[in-house]
């Protein structure tokens, strides 16, 4: 089994930064790319960002330009550096890594609220 636990949320004025972390821990041998999702209130959960194991990053439209995904392996950690950051950024940030045997997200973080205020 894996576990994520994520770290770095809280309450910042429109415009600002946060850096969100990420470590993963047990059989993380099984870990292929890892992700950021976020769930609004009343709304249902969406992609964020991803990292490949090679390192290649992919983002939604909606925080390209703003938000930088990075991991390092050694340390079984994912970031995901949020600036700019608007109040449509408000949600609670989830850390999801890949299983390499399912080629899907497979392991869940507890999450961790972030909340942007105008």
């Known amino acids: 089994q894996v576990q994520l636990v994520e770290s770095g949320g809280g309450l910042v004025q429109a415009g600002g930064s946060l850096r969100l972390s990420c470590v993963a821990s047990g059989s993380v041998f099984r870990l292929d790319g890892m992700g950021w999702f976020r769930q609004a209130p009343g709304k249902q959960r969406e992609w964020v960002a991803a990292i490949s194991n090679g390192g290649r990053t992919d983002y939604a439209g909606s925080v390209k330009g703003r938000f930088t995904i990075s991991r390092d392996s050694a340390k079984n950690s994912v970031y995901l550096q949020m600036n700019s950051l608007k109040p449509e950024d408000t949600a609670v940030y989830y850390c999801?890594?890949?299983?390499?045997?399912?080629?899907?997200?497979?392991?869940w973080g507890q999450g961790t609220q972030v909340t942007v205020s105008s």
């Open positions: 999801a890594a890949v299983d390499s045997r399912l080629g899907s997200y497979k392991y």
